[in-house]
Antibody, heavy 130, light 109 residues
Framework: EVQLVESGGGLVQPGGSLRLSCAAS????????MSWVRQAPGKGLEWVAN????????YYVDSVKGRFTISRDNAKNSLYLQMNSLRAEDTAVYYC???????????????????????WGQGTTVTVSS | EIVLTQSPGTLSLSPGERATLSCRAS???????LAWYQQKPGQAPRLLIY???SRATGIPDRFSGSGSGTDFTLTISRLEPEDFAVYYC??????????FGQGTKVEIK
């Protein structure tokens, strides 16, 4: 069964740090980009960061740049999010998700790919409060 | 940066009715990179539609997507009780980043 399981959430004071983990199983983890997506209480989804299959490319939403670091260990089938200098507005459920090529087609100009987040974990809750 | 605006914020309908949800992009985007998700309370999102109009694996055919350029639509032809949820559109940008719309809640009238 394809599965993502997050852990590491909890209560932390403003300015503190936390490291989230996401354990992948049931698929070849090293073949996929991976993302972190968060959802503040009662709010919508916000993409936070993603990382290439080999870990050499990483991208972040502006609001977390310089504070959060995404990483992965393909030998352990694990994704991580190191969160430093946490703020109240970082309070959210954090999901890991698989970035995937979910479809493709071929025409005269070559192959064209469709992308989506096709596997999600159940989420881990981060609360930043004093 | 692409901004996705969904409307309406809330849609109040009865089972069996048709739901039409809108997602408007701040500039023209490729339909290849437009997806829709469903999220039920306490659950993770689920991929419904990719490439603006293709159903993901296991998604019933009462769900359909359409659109191009800046205007995209998710249609649920006949609402089932399990379809009452929040729906998000999403765009995959050229800088390998993702953007979500703010969501449309489909609630029971």
């Amino acid at each position: 069964e394809v599965q993502l399981v997050e852990s590491g959430g909890g209560l932390v004071q403003p300015g503190g740090s936390l490291r989230l983990s996401c354990a992948a199983s049931g698929f070849t983890f090293s073949s996929y980009w991976m993302s972190w997506v968060r959802q503040a209480p009662g709010k919508g989804l916000e993409w936070v960061a993603n990382i290439k299959e080999d870990g050499r490319e990483k991208y972040y939403v502006d609001s977390v740049k310089g504070r959060f670091t995404i990483s992965r260990d393909n030998a352990k089938n694990s994704l991580y999010l190191q969160m430093n200098s946490l703020r109240a507005e970082d309070t959210a459920v954090y999901y890991c998700a698989r970035d995937a090529v979910v479809g493709y087609y071929y025409d005269s100009s070559g192959y064209h790919y469709y992308y989506g987040m096709d596997v999600w974990g159940q989420g881990t809750t981060v609360t930043v409060s004093s | 940066e692409i901004v996705l605006t969904q409307s309406p914020g809330t849609l109040s309908l009865s089972p069996g009715e048709r739901a039409t949800l809108s997602c408007r992009a701040s500039q023209s985007i490729s339909s290849n990179y437009l997806a829709w998700y469903q999220q039920k309370p306490g659950q993770a999102p689920r991929l419904l539609i990719y490439g603006a109009s293709s159903r993901a694996t296991g998604i019933p055919d009462r769900f359909s997507g359409s659109g191009s350029g800046t205007d995209f639509t998710l249609t649920i032809s006949r609402l089932e009780p399990e379809d009452f949820a929040v729906y998000y559109c999403q765009h995959y940008g050229s800088s390998f980043s993702w953007t979500f719309g703010q969501g449309t809640k489909v609630e029971i009238k």
